[in-house]
């Protein structure tokens, strides 16, 4: 069973500060993926990572794979209010002819304070 | 485009009662899903489907029902309503690999969600 953890599961934050999101899962993984949601909405994808080193950037928020260790990053750098949001990794293994699925971990919620 | 819909936004159910929670996409894609989102537990897959008249379980199918009878549409039926199905309702759809290994991304695109509530 494919499992996937995410730490911490709460942030707080002060503005200006840089801090990592870590995603752990247990399970080979072909592809893995960042999602935002703000509260009462839908979820917003990030970065889609597909191989071993991937690293992709937009605006203040990093994310990095590594398949050995079986962890992927979100790297914040001098945080805004603007990102406080609930942040999701989802991994998806290739599971047989013409499927996936997607498992999540249990989200890490982002308060960045002024 | 709208991407991917769903009605209800809201709904609220009594014990037993049933409802079809309604999906739809114009994006051409194959594959769809239905998550259920509570707090602390992320989403969780509940049936998925691969192309029209195909579906399978995810990891939490007990008490819902699905069918795909074309590409666009995915309802999700909910046969004797329990307070434990109290929940937000994902749904989403992506692209699917034709054969062998995936070559893209096949990003899933997510609805605005249903919440629904049984007393």
């Known amino acids: 069973e494919l499992k996937v953890e995410q730490n911490p599961l709460f942030l707080s934050m002060q503005e200006g500060k840089n801090y990592t999101i870590y995603c752990n899962y247990s399970?080979?993984?072909?592809?893995l993926y960042w999602y935002r949601q703000d509260p009462g909405k839908s979820l917003e994808s990030l970065f889609v990572?597909?191989?071993?080193?991937a690293v992709k950037q937009e605006g203040r928020l990093m994310a990095s794979l590594d398949t050995k260790a079986r962890l992927s990053t979100l790297h914040i750098t001098a945080a805004v209010h603007d990102l406080s949001a609930t942040y999701f990794c989802?991994?998806?293994?290739?599971?047989?002819?013409?499927?996936?699925?997607?498992?999540f971990g249990k989200g890490t919620k982002l308060s960045v304070i002024p | 485009n709208a991407g991917v819909t769903q009605t209800p936004k809201f709904q609220v159910l009594k014990t037993g009662q049933s409802m079809t929670l309604q999906c739809a996409q114009d994006?051409?894609?194959?594959?769809m899903s239905w998550y259920r989102q509570d707090p602390g537990m992320g989403l969780r897959l509940i049936h998925y489907?691969?192309?029209?008249?195909?579906?399978d379980q995810g990891e939490v199918p007990n008490g819902y029902n699905v069918s795909r009878s074309t590409t666009e549409d995915f309802p999700l039926r909910l046969l004797s309503a329990a307070p434990s199905q109290t929940s937000v309702y994902f749904c989403?759809?992506?692209?699917?690999?034709?054969?062998?290994?995936?070559?893209?991304?096949?990003?899933?695109?997510f609805g605005p969600g249903t919440r629904l509530t049984v007393t």
């Open positions: 990572l597909l191989s071993n080193g």
């Open positions: 989802a991994v998806a293994p290739y599971s047989g002819a013409g499927s996936y699925q997607l498992t």
């Open positions: 399970t080979t993984s072909d592809r």
């Open positions: 489907s691969v192309g029209a008249g195909i579906t």
């Open positions: 994006m051409n894609h194959e594959y």
């Open positions: 989403a759809s992506s692209q699917n690999p034709t054969s062998g290994r995936w070559y893209g991304s096949y990003e899933q695109y």
